[in-house]
């Protein structure tokens, strides 16, 4: 297995209520972000703040609040802790839940991403069973520390000739009804640790 290619790392926080409003204060995005900011709306309404420089993009629906990193340099857990938890703070959202994710990508050894997931996952007998079948992808679901983990294995773009595969791992904690969103140290300490424990399943895994 090739190394790991970082996409993005992202936080996302899931609200109690629904915010009153869901327009940010260009002061306090400065704050976290770099200028110059780039603001866009999406077809559902949520409202998009990026910033080049930083690499980074807030989104902010009426229930629901993401970060995203796309550096490559990742997981940059530092810098994503801050701006998640200082949107939230900004927003003075409410969180139930909330969720650490990763996307990033690595080459085949050999041939297409379809072929290589087909060969190391399926069974011959059940390759045989279908007709001209092209590839494979998988999903593994775990607990780690009381959190819903999930990796999410595919050929690049769902494209089974592509030559990169695809992996989507998600990690998700539902808050109690007085418990608050972690503090910004333990956003930090537990995207750190998750990437840790994903690598170490995919050094397995992906033999």
């Known amino acids: ?18 915010l009153a409003t869901i327009e ?11 200028p110059e900011l780039s603001v866009g709306q999406t077809a559902d309404g949520r409202i998009v703040v990026s910033s080049m420089t930083d690499q980074m993009e807030i989104m902010v629906g009426v229930n629901r609040i993401d970060v995203r990193d796309r550096s490559s340099k990742g997981p940059r857990a530092r810098e994503v802790s801050h701006v998640a938890q200082g949107i939230l703070q900004a927003l003075k959202g409410d969180a139930r839940a909330y969720g650490i994710n990763y996307e990033f990508e690595a080459d085949t050894p050999n041939g297409t991403s379809g072929a290589f997931l087909l060969k190391t996952f399926i069974k011959d007998d059940a390759k045989n069973s279908i007709r001209d079948l ?4 998988l999903t ?20 089974p000739e592509a030559d990169k595969i ?4 998600n990690f998700h904690m539902d808050l109690g009804a007085n418990e608050p969103a972690p503090l910004e140290e333990q956003l930090r300490t537990e995207i750190e640790g998750y990437f840790k424990r994903v690598e170490e399943i995919l050094s ?3 033999k």
């Open 1 to 18: 297995m090739q190394s790991l290619s970082m996409m993005s790392t992202s936080v996302v926080f899931l609200l109690r209520k629904h």
């Open 24 to 34: 940010l204060q260009k002061e306090e995005v400065e704050q976290l972000l770099t």
């Open 134 to 137: 092209k590839g494979a992808a």
């Open 140 to 159: 593994l679901f775990f607990n780690v520390e009381g959190r819903q983990a999930r990796i999410v294995i595919e050929p690049r773009r769902g494209r």
């Open 166 to 169: 695809f992996f989507n791992v």
């Open 204 to 206: 397995k895994v992906m």
